[in-house]
């Protein structure tokens, strides 16, 4: 199994500021790439899918896929106290997701 | 309604008991998934199912016995308990696919194991 990896954070930001989170894979020939959210003791819930380099925005989200450097990140905007979770990057290889160990997110107030 | 529901949310068990999770998905979905989240929060896959037949089975114990009597279905029955199998099992399902979107994870609620 290829692997998919983060920053496992936390990333604290202030309220209101430019929250980035970064992950890279191994696998050249995935095409398709996951933004999940998850709350503490809750299930994790898709924010965003990408699947051609370049920007993907979606309100405050911004997905960034570059395929030559196997890099994906989401960008989120104007940052609130209730975006605080771990953000889990996915990529689809073959019938499956395969996860990165999230990254913590903490936005103070 | 929800879309993906699991039974029951919590078990606590003593170790070497057997004990069985089960799923159900009203998405029309084909495809339903096996996934264990350790302490450290790393999902990772362990069964999936397309149309009642298994697709993937990752390197599981034996302990470990999913079954899907029809495609909105998926029971995961585990045998002789270890400690190290205290976790969070989700279910989810998914539409079979190569393009775009396809792929996307619908999950449970989860269903979280402790084993004393």
């Known amino acids: 199994q290829k692997e998919v990896e983060q920053n496992s954070g936390p990333l604290s930001v202030p309220e209101g500021a430019i929250a980035s989170l970064n992950c890279t894979y191994s696998?050249?020939?995935?095409?398709?790439f996951f933004w999940y959210r998850q709350y503490s003791g809750k299930s994790p819930e898709l924010i965003m899918f990408?699947?051609?380099?370049g920007d993907k925005e979606d309100g405050r989200f911004t997905a960034q896929l570059n395929k030559a450097s196997q890099y994906v990140s989401l960008l989120i905007r104007d940052s609130q106290p209730s975006d605080s979770a771990t953000y889990l990057c996915?990529?689809?290889?073959?019938?499956?997701?395969?996860f990165g160990a999230g990254t913590i997110l903490r936005v103070k107030s | 309604d929800t879309a993906v529901s699991q039974t029951p949310k919590y078990l606590v068990t003593q170790m070497g008991n057997d004990k069985s999770i089960k799923c159900e998905q009203n998405?029309?979905?084909?495809?339903m998934y096996w996934y264990k989240q350790d302490s450290k929060k790393f999902l990772k896959i362990m069964f999936s199912?397309?149309?009642?037949?298994?697709?993937i089975n990752e390197t599981v114990p034996n302990r470990f016995s999913p079954k899907s009597p029809d495609k909105a279905h998926l029971n995961l029955h585990i045998n002789s308990l270890e400690l190290g199998d205290s976790a969070v099992y989700f279910c989810?399902?998914?539409?079979?696919?190569?393009?775009?979107?396809?792929?996307?994870?619908?999950f449970g609620e989860g269903s979280r194991l402790t084993v004393l």
């Open positions: 989810a399902s998914s539409r079979l696919g190569t393009g775009g979107a396809d792929g996307e994870l619908f």
């Open positions: 696998d050249r020939g995935s095409q398709s």
């Open positions: 990408i699947y051609s380099n």
């Open positions: 996915a990529v689809k290889e073959g019938n499956k997701l395969v």
């Open positions: 998405l029309g979905h084909d495809t």
């Open positions: 199912y397309n149309n009642k037949e298994l697709i």
